[in-house]
């Protein structure tokens, strides 16, 4: 295939950035969307341009390194699906398409589509874990718990961290990545007896990070290449309302 990218290049932070055109052809529907774009550098590599630059790491759809805006769209048109993990059969011969970083207050861009999620790892810290001590795993069976309790921890620990609902939400919320990470272990008995704790400091920080507040439009359930459902978000404010009911 021949494509037309319209890519954004920005040298850094403080720099004015720019949608740049460019030609490629030789796209195979079989590649990647990251590896269009390592096809790319590598034309730019021989006509010793500066290559572009982007995020990515284990390229199977479960780091959350990668994620760019793919016409207008995070990770681009198919659901649940990484940037990494989407192929260039979902395009056609001929098309123009728009590539630019993730963008939200909280991610600033690094250069050309890296952005810095530091963000999200400061709301972790904040209080993303548990207090126990490091050493052998305890025997699976040592602690019961249903198997719907289980499941439905364990839906919400398959976020990845991409930042897509961010990116996608209108006033760039970061309640679905933290209603995720306070769910699934607020559901678990190793996470209730910080629970109190945990959502107000992670609520507190991610208001500090510059995220917006959610507006429910569903937004980032949709664009979340995990399905995290909303549900999560609904968990993190009856925990937040709760710790602020019991607060001593």
Not at 65 to 79: F, S, T
């Amino acid at each position: 295939m021949k494509l037309y990218l319209k890519i954004w290049r920005q040298l850094n932070t403080s720099s004015k950035g720019e949608m740049v055109n460019y030609e490629i052809d030789g796209v195979s529907e079989h590649m990647s969307f990251l590896e269009m774009l390592d096809l790319l550098n590598e034309s730019l590599i021989q006509k010793k341009e500066r290559v572009i630059e982007f995020d990515h790491d284990c390229r199977e759809g479960i780091c959350g390194q990668c994620g760019v805006m793919i016409d207008g769209r995070a990770h681009g048109p198919l659901k649940n699906t990484t940037t990494c993990q989407l192929h260039m059969r979902s395009f056609k011969d001929g098309d123009t398409i728009y590539i630019e970083p993730f963008r939200a207050k909280a991610f600033p861009i690094l250069r050309d589509l890296k952005i810095d999620r530091s963000a999200f790892d400061s709301i972790i810290e904040s209080g993303g874990f548990i207090g126990a001590s490091t050493g052998q795993a305890p025997e699976a069976n040592s602690i019961p718990i249903s198997y719907e309790t289980a499941e439905a921890s364990f839906d919400a620990a398959a976020c990845i961290g991409c930042g897509a609902c961010v990116a996608t939400c209108k006033n760039a919320s970061a309640a679905l990545f933290v209603g995720a990470k306070i769910t699934h272990l607020a559901l678990l008995p190793q996470g209730k007896i910080e629970a109190s704790k945990r959502v107000l400091t992670m609520v507190q920080q991610m208001d500090a990070e510059g995220f917006g507040n959610c507006s429910d439009t569903r937004a980032c359930e949709i664009e979340c290449p995990q399905g995290i459902s909303i549900l999560s978000i609904a968990k993190m404010n009856a925990e937040y309302t709760k710790a602020l009911i019991f607060r001593k």
